[in-house]
């Protein structure tokens, strides 16, 4: 059942939880986003429909149009970059003071399920982002983790600094695909178990003690496409990803 942050005639907002896929495709054998939107609500995509979009395991807030009208609405906010957006990330590494990447973003040649930082290339991207609180993982906790580890394992996750991260508020200013992912990879803070970008070895760390990419949509802000109401929405961080953060001490 899909939890419903706001809902009214025109539009709906909803928390989505991790691991289910908005869009469907020949390869999804599973119930999407799409799915349960036209059987539970009546939202069929050609009328209204998914105003932008998540990957399947990024949890979050996601605003659905009910009409074609409100769709069409919504997406020019978007186009003009009047919808405000704000993410939660948990890093590598201490992040010691905010910033902006403005960084084109273009599909990996070599890799198209990937996207890498194109110096010049057409399609702009800027994100800004904000340490919120610096963790460390306490020695003996980093035994427990890895506890099949040896001597010789444990001094080089050590070395590596891995114990360390940064709970970081990150805002798109544009919408690209992975845009957020790409770029903090881009200044040297990859996201904690992002398969795609933070590299096989690290990912297999990581995959350890938190189950997926610790990437959640928190907040929204729009206008209403109806009553011209500005509104800003919010969804708490998952259940999974507190459980993370639990792990962890305030450095």
């Known amino acids: 059942m899909l939890k419903i942050i706001y809902q009214d005639n025109d539009l709906l907002v909803i928390d989505k939880p991790p691991y289910l896929v908005v869009d469907p495709a020949d390869t999804v054998k599973e119930e999407t986003l799409a799915d349960i939107l036209e059987k539970d ?24 149009a009910k009409t074609q009208p409100v769709l069409e609405n919504l997406q020019a906010q978007f186009k003009e970059r009047k919808i405000k957006k704000e993410y939660l990330s948990l890093v590598h590494g201490w992040i010691e003071e905010g910033g902006v990447v403005d960084a084109s973003i273009a599909r990996n040649p070599i890799k198209r399920e990937k996207f890498i930082v194109a110096a010049g290339g057409p399609r702009q991207a800027v994100t800004e982002y904000e340490p919120i609180n610096k963790f460390k993982i306490q020695s003996e906790k980093l035994k427990v983790i890895f ?105």
């Open 41 to 64: 609500f009546g939202i069929k995509l050609f009328r209204g429909g998914l105003v932008h979009r998540l990957d399947k395991d990024t949890s979050g807030i996601m605003l659905v």
């Open 147 to 251: 506890e099949d580890f040896n001597k010789i394992q444990m001094r080089k996750l050590e070395r590596m600094n891995y114990n360390q991260f940064t709970l970081a508020s990150c805002k798109p200013l544009t919408g690209r695909t992975h845009q957020i992912r790409v770029h903090l990879k881009y200044i040297g803070h990859p996201i904690v178990t992002d398969e795609t970008y933070v590299g096989r070895k690290m990912f297999r760390l990581d995959k350890r003690w938190c189950p997926r990419i610790f990437l959640h949509a928190k907040k929204i802000g729009f206008r209403h496409p109806v009553s011209g109401e500005w509104m800003e929405l919010e969804a708490l961080l998952s259940e999974d990803l507190e459980k993370v953060l639990s792990l962890l001490n305030h450095e």
